[in-house]
């Protein structure tokens, strides 16, 4: 991209998986934005192309390969001058190594992001309760980040994981926002009951099945990945750095 | 942009003014697509710079001009192959035989957008009362189209505007939504005293001053300027038409 009066500390994000988690993330950007002004908020570019092949069946050889689309957007992200880019998605999270290989400039890590989140809430050991899709749970991609920080993880049985959290993600995905909030909330309750210190919604559909409106009355620390992965957005705008 | 394979019928979302809107609007284009799975999304990217100069002191050349601004956002997103463009912003519509004859492809028009949301509410003619920005209001945006479309047009009073409409806008951009739902109710029920049928919010804030959750409560028909135009978007997108 050819220099100019326009240019700027652009962040990019690969979204549309799904296009309401990116959305989502989008809005809580602005808002956990510290900003008097309109002016003074983060500039940035959101590639939402839900086209992309669903992640999970693809990461296990049982659906169409999302790699080359999502290596697309990084592409185009970076023509447009985004100087970083975030995911808010996160089975996408079990190709980060391709997908930073690929990516020009850096590329947030959603598990991080959510590690620095449990910090800032004064979670910094602990049993931690993991919320996502079956694939990133099966695959650890949270446990093993959150064991090399002293954490202990507990999740779901496999066949909880099929009760309560897959039918939470899919009424989100399909446009079911009402019905995705009791199979969280149950979810989350049963980590909770085998002591739970704190939960991460660990996939981006699960903050929308339970707005933040109704957390409290859950009684335990939620760290939202969404939320998350816009502090480290915007963290990575404040810093200065590449 | 060159053929391929990740080529689509991508809409281009000119946002960012404000941020929140342009995240709110691309929130509603999911939740108002029929979709029943992920992948049946439309396929959008939304241009996010907030720095963009506001628009209504641009307008009266009492600040510095956003149109260049808004002429490089809609430049990018036809780089990236945006085949429609939306602008989740009234005010920007001042600017729209300009930024139509700048941009290659076709450019949404939000006020055509509301007026043909209101057909879809049953309204097709009576008094409709608007609440804006000041300058779109006292340059008759709204009022010049819905005239033409045989409505009659009701607005704020200039004390009542800076008293209740302007206030309730700069809260929202200003990252303060709770305290933005009271002046903007208070406004809409000055309108509706007064015989207003239908009350549009003429300002892509105001949607987010009275979330949905709140608007049966006021008794009125509701025009929201982001809902009509993710539904223009959704039309335009399903029509296969340029």
């Known amino acids: 991209m050819k220099q100019g009066e326009f240019d700027g500390r652009f962040l990019g994000v690969l979204g549309g998986m799904g296009p309401m988690a990116g959305a989502a993330f989008m809005a809580r950007l602005t808002a956990l934005t510290p900003a008097g002004t309109e002016q003074q908020h983060i500039p940035a ?14 990461y296990m050889k049982q659906g169409a390969d999302p790699f080359p689309w999502m290596a697309h957007g990084l592409g185009q992200l970076e023509r447009l001058g985004a100087k970083a880019i975030a995911i808010p998605c996160n089975t996408a999270h079990l190709w980060y190594e391709e997908l930073a290989a690929a990516a020009g400039v850096r590329l947030l890590h959603i598990v991080q992001a959510v590690i620095a989140d449990l910090r800032r809430h004064g979670i910094d ?21 959150l064991r ?95």
């Open 148 to 242: 090399e920080q002293g954490y202990d993880c507990i999740t779901p049985a496999d066949d909880e994981l099929e009760r309560f959290c897959t039918p939470s993600i899919l009424h989100v995905k399909a446009n079911r926002i009402d019905q995705a909030y009791a199979p969280a909330v149950d979810c989350a309750r049963l980590l909770q009951d085998r002591g739970a210190d704190a939960i991460v919604f660990g996939c981006t559909e699960l903050p929308l099945a339970v707005p933040h409106a109704l957390r409290a009355q859950l009684g335990v620390t939620i760290s939202d990945s969404i939320d998350a992965l816009a502090l480290a957005a915007i963290d990575w705008h404040q810093s200065g750095k590449p």
């Open 45 to 58: 570019i959101l590639w939402s192309d839900p086209r992309v092949p669903d992640r999970p069946a693809g």
């Open 125 to 145: 050991r602990g049993r931690i309760g993991l919320m996502g899709t079956a694939v990133t749970l099966k695959l650890g991609l949270y446990q093993q980040a």
